[in-house]
């Protein structure tokens, strides 16, 4: 079909190349810190020895790729360490005890946030999505959350092309079945739906499995097809299931999308009174990102009932319910004076998001969204992965990567020490700003 090839080419470009997906080490034995070789019996009811997680030890320390980053691989450990230490966590996935299976794909998960390893990932693809696809059949919700994590790190760092959509082939019939298993974990669910819509994203090259993506994610959080369980009022699988739903729509051809929006957008704010603060925000967001995609296919388009929604979402940006916690009604109301905002004056309040150098504009509900699902996959390593990553610089439209030579890059980056020093003085300035503030002679005014 014509349009799909144009809406690939849109989104796509800075593709990974045509390389091989070779399988990295045997499937059947695991390499142990000695070098020696023993087998494994994948998935035993037992947990493993004692020996056996000492064995883990030596290999996972998933934080520390989380939370230092590329900074700590380059100064404490050349590539090829960083391969080994890799290495061992592939050989772990299969491991007896799934304490030491979630460890080796949470390090798994954070290096591939942290880091662009195109090549090592190319020569073990098959052997990582096997893993991954074992733990989401049998592991149990820590174990398949971690996996789906790990999956989505996966797609972003192969980028459009024929090797993510291998790995979707694999892992989408998985990821389908665990979403819409009802005896499945709540969390579980949650983190499926959000991979599956990532993944989709990234790798969806046939636009009739684009649509049946859609038609699997409109069933969690409409009310029609929600379990009481489930219902929009409580739990974060209808949030997730929402925001990837609406995370596929900015990809989707013209005419279907129209087709939905004519389907669903009447839907919407019926999910504004929810109980859940998250859903209540989801939903706004959700609206002001259909008015926007709808707005650029029709500049006269206008909600039937606009006047109800307006004050709707003027309600909802000025709630003061008692009820409610602080900081839900801080953020909803915040959310909300934009997303009424965008209905009213067609308007959005620009960021800007630093990375190194560089800035980036998000001036659009769409930008925003995307933005947002792929910092909430990559965490901290979002800022890297925009400098470096070809396939996320050519969604956000920042051309390709910036090179920088060593002597430039050395006067950028900042010491842990000089880090440390920065974050304690910051500190310091807040909880004095603060303890001004509960002065009891102080005149704050009224907050809330």
């Known amino acids: 079909m014509p349009k799909s090839k144009k809406r690939n080419t849109a989104h796509r470009g800075g593709g990974s190349g045509g390389g091989g997906g070779g399988s990295g080490a045997d499937a059947g034995t695991a390499t142990t ?38 900074e700590v691989l380059d100064e404490e450990g050349t590539q090829e360490d960083l391969e080994y230490k890799l290495k061992g966590f592939i050989d772990l996935t299969l491991d007896k005890s799934a304490k030491t299976r979630q460890a080796a794909l949470e390090g798994l998960r954070g290096a591939l946030a942290s880091k662009l390893l195109s090549e090592f990932l190319l020569e073990r693809r098959m052997t990582l999505t096997d893993s991954i696809e074992r733990c989401l059949k049998k592991g149990k919700s820590d174990e398949q959350r971690a996996a789906a994590a790990l999956a989505s790190v996966l797609c972003v760092q192969l980028g459009p092309g024929i090797e993510s959509e291998e790995v979707l082939k694999t892992l989408g019939p998985v990821l389908k079945k665990i979403i819409c298993d009802g005896a499945a974990s709540t969390q579980a669910r949650q983190t499926c739906a959000t991979c599956f819509g990532v993944c989709c994203f990234i790798a969806t090259d046939d636009i009739s499995e684009l649509y049946a993506a859609l038609d699997c994610l409109e069933g969690l959080f409409s009310r029609a097809g929600l379990k009481d369980k489930d219902a929009a009022g409580g739990g974060g699988l209808p949030v997730s299931a929402l925001l990837a739903w609406a995370l596929l729509l900015t990809i989707c051809p013209a005419c279907e999308l129209k087709k939905r929006l004519e ?16 859903m209540r925000i989801a939903a706004g967001e959700t609206l002001a990102l259909l008015l926007e995609l709808a707005q650029g296919m029709d500049s006269d388009f206008l909600y039937e009932d606009m006047e109800s929604l307006t004050e709707m979402l003027r309600a909802l940006a000025t709630d003061g319910n008692k009820h409610r916690a602080k900081v839900d009604k801080r953020k909803q109301r915040s959310v909300f004076r934009d997303v009424l905002r965008a209905v009213e004056d067609r308007d959005f309040p620009t960021e800007t998001v630093k990375f190194g150098p560089e800035r980036m504009y998000i001036d659009c509900w769409v ?11 990559l965490g901290s390593g979002m800022q890297y992965h925009l400098q470096s990553n070809e396939f996320l610089r050519h969604v956000f439209e920042l051309g390709p990567p910036v090179m920088l030579d060593a002597a430039t ?12 020093l920065y974050n304690s003085a910051a500190f310091k300035a807040r909880t004095k700003a603060r303890s001004k503030c509960r002065d009891k002679r102080a005149d704050v005014g009224e907050f809330f």
Not at 41 to 66: K, L, R, V
Not at 367 to 377: L, M, N, S, W
């Open 263 to 278: 389907t669903h957008f009447h839907k919407l704010p019926g999910l504004l009174s929810a109980d859940d603060v998250n």
């Open 367 to 377: 930008k925003k969204h995307t933005y947002d699902t792929f910092k909430e996959v």
């Open 33 to 70: 810190a000695g070098g020696q070789h023993r087998n494994i019996q994948p998935f035993s009811d037992e947990d493993a020895s004692i020996e056996t997680m000492s064995h883990c030890s030596g290999y996972s320390d998933p934080s520390s790729f989380a939370e230092d980053g590329p």
């Open 409 to 420: 890059l050395k006067t950028m980056k900042i010491s842990r020490f000089e880090r440390h």
